[in-house]
């Protein structure tokens, strides 16, 4: 059963970067493809973006396309998701979230009713 645990949140100005990371255990990461998802308050959960288990492939979000950065370290057990140019709209509960790489397709990886693992989340504020 992997477990999942997100780090990095916080306070941040507009137009400033934060990094989140996401570390798992009781797995071999190179088995899973991994998610971030977000929840801003009064709406639906998001998709943020995706990385296939090799990490030469990902996908994003249109409203972070060019702004954040998904990557994977496997040997440590880790998925960052670097992110750029944050505005108010980017505030919000990110999650991490994990399914095996079977079947997956560049759609399903979009898809947060496709991960059955999730973290608790990281809170997310940009803010003046």
């Known amino acids: 059963q992997i477990q999942l645990v997100e780090s990095g949140g916080g306070l941040v100005q507009p137009g400033g970067s934060l990094r989140l990371s996401c570390t798992a255990s009781g797995v071999t990461l190179s088995n899973y493809v991994m998610g971030w998802f977000r929840r801003a308050p009064g709406k639906e959960r998001e998709f943020v973006a995706a990385?296939?288990?090799?990490?030469?492939?990902?996908s994003y979000g249109d409203s972070v396309q060019g702004r954040f950065t998904i990557s994977r370290d496997n040997a440590k057990k880790t998925v960052s998701l670097q992110m750029n140019s944050l505005t108010a709209e980017d505030t919000g509960v990110y999650y991490c979230?994990?399914?095996?790489?079977?079947?997956?397709?560049?759609?399903?990886?979009?898809?947060?009713?496709?991960?059955?693992?999730w973290g608790q989340g990281t809170q997310v504020t940009v803010s003046s």
């Open positions: 979230a994990a399914q095996t790489y079977i079947r997956a397709t560049a759609q399903t990886m979009r898809l947060s009713n496709w991960y059955p693992s």
């Open positions: 990385i296939e288990r090799t990490g030469r492939s990902a």
